[in-house]
T-cell receptor, first 111, second 117 residues
Framework: DAKTTQPPSMDCAEGRAANLPCNHSTISGNEYVYWYRQIHSQGPQYIIHGLKNNETNEMASLIITEDRKSSTLILPHATLRDTAVYYCIVRVDPSLGKLVFGAGTILRVKS | GAVVSQHPSWVICKSGTSVKIECRSLDFQATTMFWYRQFPKQSLMLMATSNEGSKATYEQGVEKDKFLINHASLTLSTLTVTSAHPEDSSFYIC?????????????FGPGTRLTVT
């Protein structure tokens, strides 16, 4: 699976949009981009995933660049409860189910 | 939505004893379950993949005789830490996938914190 690079930490003001970047410059054409987050001492929570098109759901938006070498997770109105570690994961074969977690980005939402 | 539970949520045991952790998919049948381990301030590390009715596949460096995994049904997988030692103290997390959607989304349990004294 392609390796991802994320900033170790970010701060965001409550109510503002949080934009979390992820670089995956070696991504292949059949690899999906997934985002999970982990609130302290809990199991990870699925947020969103995409292949090449931008995606939006009730939690977030995922913007994937045209060359697919990077993506941005957008939390439109961050709240204190969004403080967590956010993981960007690229995986080649969804049917294998295997997720390889990197270090992630610690997002701190501040009032 | 799909819910995965773990039991117990935390456990303290003495060195040399064995501990069993259960992972259950509550409202769906899980064709595949995964076990992860997470040390403080570190990311999740995949330990093994288990499919119902077959032997688990362990990641490199994970001792299969120490971490026994049983996936006896489509809703239950167990991880037994045998002869636990203090270095086995960690946060153990399971996940499950239905294998029925095109994206094979994984649903994670809340985790089990193991402390070996």
């Amino acid at each position: 699976d392609a390796k991802t690079t994320q900033p170790p930490s970010m701060d965001c003001a409550e109510g503002r949009a949080a934009n979390l970047p992820c670089n995956h410059s070696t991504i292949s054409g059949n690899e999906y981009v997934y985002w999970y987050r982990q609130i302290h001492s809990q199991g990870p929570q699925y947020i969103i995933h995409g292949l090449k098109n931008n995606e939006t759901n009730e939690m977030a938006s995922l913007i994937i660049t045209e060359d697919r070498k990077s993506s941005t997770l957008i939390l439109p109105h961050a709240t204190l409860r969004d403080t967590a570690v956010y993981y960007c994961i690229v995986r080649v074969d969804p049917s294998l189910g295997k997720l390889v977690f990197g270090a992630g980005t610690i997002l701190r939402v501040k009032s | 939505g799909a819910v995965v539970s773990q039991h117990p949520s935390w456990v303290i045991c003495k060195s040399g004893t064995s501990v069993k952790i259960e992972c259950r998919s509550l409202d769906f049948q899980a064709t595949t379950m995964f076990w992860y381990r997470q040390f403080p301030k570190q990311s999740l590390m995949l330990m093994a993949t288990s499919n119902e009715g077959s032997k688990a596949t362990y990641e490199q460096g994970v001792e299969k005789d120490k971490f026994l995994i049983n996936h006896a049904s489509l809703t239950l997988s167990t991880l037994t830490v045998t002869s636990a030692h203090p270095e086995d103290s960690s946060f153990y997390i399971c996940s499950a996938t239905t294998g029925t959607s095109a994206s094979y989304e994984q649903y994670f349990g809340p985790g089990t914190r193991l402390t070996v004294t």
